[in-house]
């Protein structure tokens, strides 16, 4: 499985196929470029730029886009590419075995709306990513091989995002939602992250390929 880490939450998975996790408006327009399948975690602007899977499902027909059923009125116009799926349901795309998990977005305050959040767990047959989205949702007893932590956000603390790395305990694990950060705090967080996770923790550069 080769995946490669663009700006903020979006991630490319190519194997037998081309999987796009969460393109958001802060990720680059590349990142949808041949893509089979795309999967959205949840409606924010910053997971979800809906003009670009738009666009990206009118050049190639065959584009199929999965996310919780909150999320298809905003696919209206290319609601024939879309299914609805839901915590605990597995599925098939592009290629990868893919398992939903949570479904409800980390809560920011009691006072702000609480949208629905899918977790999912992608497999290709030899390696497996786990991508969270807007949670710190665990995918059970599975043991996860790459783990992506959300590092900064309006509803995470570094403590959380750590605790989740421990929990988990991934073989490696690389930040995700790391694109409000500045130099200096992606400094900051990435030591407690790397210092103790008990496991590799990186935060990489957008257009990195990890294979």
Known sequence: MRVTKFTHSCLRLEGAGVLVVDPGEFSEPSALDGADAVLITHEHFDHLDVAAVTAAAGRRPDLRIFAHEAVLPLLAEVAEAT???????????????????????????????????????IDDGDTNVYHPGDSFVRPGDVQVDTLF???????????????F?????????????????NE??????????????????????PGTVLN
């Open 83 to 121: 299914t609805a799926v839901a915590a605990g349901e597995e599925f098939q795309a592009a290629g990868f075995r893919i398992r939903g998990y949570g479904g409800q977005h980390a809560l920011i305050h009691p006072y702000v709306p609480v949208f629905a959040n899918l977790a999912f767990l």
């Open 149 to 163: 932590v959300p590092m900064n956000a309006p509803w995470a603390t570094i403590a959380e995002s750590l605790e």
């Open 165 to 181: 790395v421990r929990s988990v305990r991934p073989g490696r694990a690389y930040a995700l939602h790391d694109g409000l950060l």
């Open 184 to 205: 200096r705090g992606s400094a900051v967080y990435g030591k407690h992250l790397e210092s103790f996770s008990e496991t590799t923790f990186q935060q990489v550069a």
